[in-house]
């Protein structure tokens, strides 16, 4: 079975194909892709339910990091009032969550944040997007590797690192001075000062390759063994986390909330900025948009449901710890170990939280790997990168290609780097508050799906399918004759009004960035940018939507998307000049793959040069001495009126079906070729 198509998207009838975009270079890295409505056919097998993608969301948001976040958070900026900071990001999350369920809904194909760019904004922002996916995903999934290589340490008294050094040794290419490796110690240096920090590891981290080819397993040998797997241990990984809050709060003790804000506002902002990147892995669940059985409708709801649990998770965890011992108290990264062990909590249940966290770091490697297979699957189906990874296993229905390759890389990496030092040398930002390279990555991908979901609901749209004429989308309204007047024929006002925005945000982040609103010039040219901000905001929503049916809407447009840009474009301006300078050599080389592979063998570029042939030889074919050849090559026709009429009657069915298609053909064309942000004038 090559593929599968969902029941309720039988009756859908198919829409034409859009002549291809190609010609000039700025056309060629300009094009879109033509998905048509209602089209859930996939090589992929769609297994998956509701309840599946909820929990490979929950998974993908709420791992081990639950167990060290909340602490690293209370401890440095926030103190209690961390709580707050986990709900403030918990909402600006959501809105990106909002502008991907839509898309989820519009679009079930895998690829995720890729797909919507490549729908939406064109090939070379697709391909941006889904270069920096790729690299985001290996690394978190060495990280995971890593982080479940240091829990399975503790639990076991660091076997598999004293393993590693008897048996494997060290690393020969290690740039690592020397360490005092000791037996007691399992391979760990007795003094971290001693040694000299590198991007090479010490020795080979065994155990997490070890989780690593254990979770991409299960991913390889089929969707639905996957998320039985993940949904095992993520109900694990809630009861242990329901465990935590009961018994914790027997402990309760409400002298501790007294000093609540004890770094002020900012101190709950900073902790919000930090807090926000717990809930990344929200955009794994439309990587699931090939495989769930209707994902037009469960996309969006899954994404409602593990929001809501992960942010009530959240919360409640970090109230349980903030209650139980005063925030200035928490010294180490095992912080709910800690805690339980000061107010006299038995030690067999730190083994329990222990227990909790490796079955939080296994959902969260099936979360990363099952995401990046699907990712670079749906880069290498459109042509943009190697067409070998994007073969389909005819048993297992899932990319094997795609996930041995890249699993191999994760293994690599998590294998030979030490993790800690990557983290460090591509962070971003200053102190504590740095983000990782794979943060960048993720913040410009919901930076662009918020920007193409502005643009596709106000691009216009047939007002029946078949027909030529279409709806007002784009357009300014005509209750308010003055701005109409004035733009009436403008088809790029909602995009100058978009890009005019952007800056701003971008303006506005800089200035904090840089404390530049301090002083008494920036606080006025910073207060008016935000003005003039909300004014785009205003303007845009003074347009007329389009009236495309959908499962799933975000509310509140222009307003939902526009703040979603707006958080993650200041979180984007926290990057330094030299992260700028490593992001452009990771460009530099998917540029160049662009270049001389993915533009040339782009299924967009090869329907171009198809459509091209076509089209010559059907000129070619329909010269006079053609046509006179062919005539004269023509039986003679009959005479029999009966036949005739029948003949007459056929021919009129015929003319009547193709000018059908015809005006269907036409409608698709004129959408698709539409500037992203004009109106049919």
């Excluded at 998974?59 to 709900?87: D, K, Q």
């Excluded at 006179?628 to 003949?647: F, H, T």
Aim: proline residues 4%.
């Amino acid at each position: 079975m090559s593929s599968t198509r969902s029941t309720n998207s039988a009756d859908v009838e198919p829409q034409p194909a859009p002549p291809a975009q190609g010609g000039s270079f700025c056309r060629r890295l300009n094009r879109r892709k033509f998905i048509p409505k209602g089209d859930l056919n996939t090589k992929l097998r769609r297994c998956l339910n509701t309840f599946d993608i909820t929990l490979l969301g929950v998974g993908h948001m709420c791992g081990a990091g639950i167990f060290v976040t909340t602490g690293e958070v209370m401890r440095n900026w926030a103190g209690p009032s961390t709580i707050l900071s986990y709900l403030i990001s918990g909402v600006a999350a959501l809105l990106s969550a909002l502008c991907y369920a839509e898309f989820g809904s519009r679009y079930p194909k895998a690829g995720s944040a890729y797909t919507y760019a490549y729908v939406g904004c064109g090939e070379i922002w697709a391909f941006i997007i889904g270069w920096n996916i790729v690299l985001e995903h290996v690394l978190s999934a060495a990280a995971v590797g890593r982080t479940f290589s240091a829990y399975f340490g503790d639990l076991t008294e660091n076997f598999a690192d004293k393993f590693s050094i008897k048996y494997a040794r060290v690393w020969p290419w290690s740039t690592v001075s020397a360490p005092n490796v000791t037996e007691e110690i399992g391979g760990i240096c007795a003094d971290s000062e001693m040694a000299e920090r590198s991007l090479i590891g010490y020795f080979p981290d065994f155990a997490s390759v070890a989780i690593i080819i254990i979770s991409s397993f299960f991913v390889g040998i089929g969707s639905k063994t996957m998320s039985r797997m993940n949904n095992l241990f993520q109900i694990a990984n809630l009861l242990v986390i329901l465990g935590v809050v009961g018994y914790g709060s027997t402990f309760a003790n409400f002298d501790n909330w007294k000093d609540f804000f004890p770094c002020g506002v900012n101190g709950v902002l900073a902790g919000a900025s930090k807090c926000f990147f717990a809930y990344v892995g929200f955009d794994g669940l439309a990587t699931a948009g090939e495989e769930a059985k209707n994902p037009s409708k469960q996309i969006p709801r899954a994404t409602y449901y593990s929001m809501a649990i992960v942010t009530t998770a959240y919360v409640a965890m970090a109230g349980v710890l903030s209650l139980m011992l005063p925030y200035y108290k928490l010294t180490t990264a095992s912080v709910y170990s800690e805690a339980f062990k000061l107010v006299g909590a038995p030690r067999w249940f730190s083994i329990v939280l222990g227990v909790g966290a490796l079955f939080g770091i296994m959902t969260s490697a099936l979360g990363s790997l099952f995401s990046l297979p699907r990712a670079v699957y749906a880069m290498a189906e459109d042509g943009l990168i190697f067409g070998w990874w994007g073969r389909v296993n005819a048993w297992t229905k899932t990319p094997l290609n795609a996930t041995i390759t890249f699993t191999f890389l994760s293994m690599v990496v998590a294998m030979t780097f030490d993790l800690d030092a990557l983290v460090d040398f591509l962070s971003v930002g200053e102190d504590n508050l740095a983000m990782t390279w794979q943060d960048k990555g993720t913040l410009l991908a919901y930076s662009i799906v918020a920007a193409a979901l502005l643009i596709l609901r106000y691009r216009p749209q047939p007002i029946h399918s078949g027909e030529e004429e279409m709806d007002h989308g784009g357009q300014i309204r005509d209750d308010i004759p003055i701005l109409s007047s004035l733009f009436s024929s403008c088809r790029h006002s909602v995009l100058v009004a978009m890009l005019i925005m952007t800056v701003l945000f971008a303006g506005i982040g800089i200035s904090i960035n840089q404390t530049f609103y301090l002083k008494k010039t920036g606080m006025i040219l910073t207060g008016g940018a935000g003005v003039l901000s909300i004014l785009c905001m205003i303007f845009i929503n003074l347009h007329h939507q389009n009236n495309l049916q959908l499962e799933f809407k975000v509310f509140l447009v222009p307003y939902v998307p526009s703040i979603s840009l707006f958080v993650n474009i200041i979180m984007l301006t926290q990057l330094t000049l030299m992260t700028w300078i490593r992001l452009a050599g990771w460009m530099t080389l998917g540029m160049i793959i662009y270049l001389l592979y993915g533009m040339r063998h782009s299924k967009e570029e090869l329907r171009y040069k198809q459509e091209q042939g076509e089209k010559h030889g059907v000129l070619a074919s329909s010269n006079p001495s053609s046509t006179m050849s062919e005539s004269l090559d023509d039986p003679p026709k009959k005479a029999i009126g009966n036949d005739v009429d029948e003949d007459s009657k056929s021919a009129s069915v015929d003319d009547d079906e193709a000018k059908k298609k015809k005006a269907a053909l036409n409608t698709t064309k004129q959408v698709h070729n539409l500037p992203l942000w004009g109106h049919l004038e």
